[in-house]
């Protein structure tokens, strides 16, 4: 499975036409847009997301995730399992365009956002139980070799 914040943050960052990030959406919203609806949308969105400061992106970060951890852990858990379900039903090719919109997003951030990116996913990993960790672990890594 994608890690939902990846996925969501994918999805959510834009910037209005006054060069400033909108509050980010309701990550339960996000689940519940079709796989097609998601993926235009998250395209047009990584698009604009780089017309950002990367002081504004790191705001709209923290808000994002500020929105995640306000979900109770059964609201997470069911988010989770509903993005895993849909992710599972895409496509390759969805899947694959997924996964390009991505990599061309970061590989376009400056360092600093990148190790700041890894830092977050790092300390999300040391949050999880070892079994949880060998569960995302062992997802991960099968689904990057259908690449």
Request: a positive charge.
């Given at each position: 499975?994608?890690?939902?914040?990846?996925?969501?943050?994918?999805?959510?960052?834009?910037?209005?036409?006054?060069?400033?990030?909108?509050?980010?959406?309701?990550?339960?919203?996000?689940?519940?847009?079709?796989?097609?609806?998601?993926?235009?949308?998250?395209?047009?969105?990584?698009?604009?997301?780089?017309?950002?400061?990367?002081?504004?992106?790191?705001?709209?970060?923290?808000?994002?995730?500020?929105?995640?951890?306000?979900?109770t852990?059964?609201?997470?858990?069911?988010?989770?399992?509903?993005?895993?379900?849909?992710?599972?039903?895409?496509?390759?090719?969805?899947?694959?365009?997924?996964?390009?919109?991505?990599?061309?997003?970061?590989?376009?951030?400056?360092?600093e956002?990148?190790i700041?990116?890894?830092?977050?996913?790092?300390?999300?990993?040391?949050?999880?139980?070892?079994?949880e960790?060998?569960?995302?672990?062992?997802?991960?890594?099968?689904?990057?070799?259908?690449?």
């Amino acid at each position: 499975m994608k890690p939902i914040y990846a996925l969501l943050l994918s999805l959510t960052f834009t910037v209005s036409s006054f060069a400033e990030l909108p509050e980010p959406p309701d990550p339960r919203d996000i689940s519940r847009m079709p796989a097609q609806e998601r993926i235009e949308k998250s395209t047009r969105l990584q698009e604009e997301l780089l017309k950002a400061t990367p002081q504004e992106r790191k705001i709209f970060r923290q808000k994002m995730r500020q929105k995640m951890e306000a979900l109770t852990p059964q609201e997470r858990h069911d988010l989770h399992e509903e993005m895993h379900k849909q992710w599972q039903s895409m496509s390759k090719e969805q899947q694959d365009l997924i996964r390009q919109n991505r990599k061309k997003l970061m590989e376009q951030l400056t360092p600093e956002e990148r190790i700041e990116i890894k830092e977050h996913r790092q300390k999300t990993l040391d949050q999880m139980s070892p079994q949880e960790r060998q569960k995302w672990h062992d997802e991960m890594h099968k689904e990057s070799k259908t690449k």
